[in-house]
């Protein structure tokens, strides 16, 4: 069946992005053909949005409203500005927010090294890690990288990068998550629990 051409352009841009099929891309396509004016003028504004009201922040690089210099994280007084934590994504800093359990600052890198995907130290923000730690005043890093292949390669890389500074550098442990059976757990996530064991406590 041909589709009028406004229909399959935006089959192929809903197509495009991750984790939406063609099949899910039709789907969503008819249905904000069938739904009231207002929610595809929302979504359409939305996405205007999404791009003319956000920037990057100066210092760590995360997403931040248009216009700011510093995200809400780095502007923050009440942060420990000694301490970094190194995150791939922006969503990264949400899920560590969210905790509650670190009050330090953060440094976004937008990524992982991949040599296969093409994706170098220069596609991410590593020279501006650098640079910030050279001008003085952190004494933590932490490497929070994804515990993927590319994750740890990225950590491994920005060792090397961190070794010749004044620092401590830390990775976040790995292990079995809580309520977790050990029998389906798979054979790296065990060896990572016994290494990274810990005392217990009087």
Request: glycine share 10%.
């Amino acid at each position: 069946m041909l589709l009028p051409e406004p229909i399959q352009n935006l089959v192929n841009a809903l197509s495009r992005l991750p984790g939406i099929g063609p099949k899910t891309a039709s789907r969503l396509t008819f249905y904000l053909l069938r739904a009231p004016e207002d929610i595809s003028r929302d979504l359409a504004e939305a996405l205007f949005q999404l791009k003319a009201g956000t920037t990057y922040c100066r210092t760590c690089y995360n997403i931040t409203t248009a216009g700011r210099i510093e995200c809400e994280i780095c502007s923050n007084d009440g942060r420990d500005f000694r301490q970094v934590c190194v995150v791939e994504e922006p969503l990264d800093v949400i899920a560590l927010e969210r905790t509650g359990g670190f009050l330090g600052r953060y440094h976004v890198l937008h990524g992982a090294l991949s040599p296969i995907e093409g994706i170098g130290p220069e596609q991410l923000r590593i020279r501006e890690l650098v640079k910030r730690v050279r001008a003085g005043g952190i004494q933590e890093i932490i490497l929070a990288t994804n515990p993927s292949l590319e994750g740890d390669y990225t950590a491994a890389y920005l060792r090397q990068q961190l070794l010749p500074f004044d620092l401590r550098l830390t990775r976040l442990a790995r292990g079995l998550p809580v309520g977790g059976d050990l029998e389906y757990a798979d054979q790296n996530t065990l060896l990572r629990a016994l290494a990274g064991r810990q005392e217990l406590g009087e």
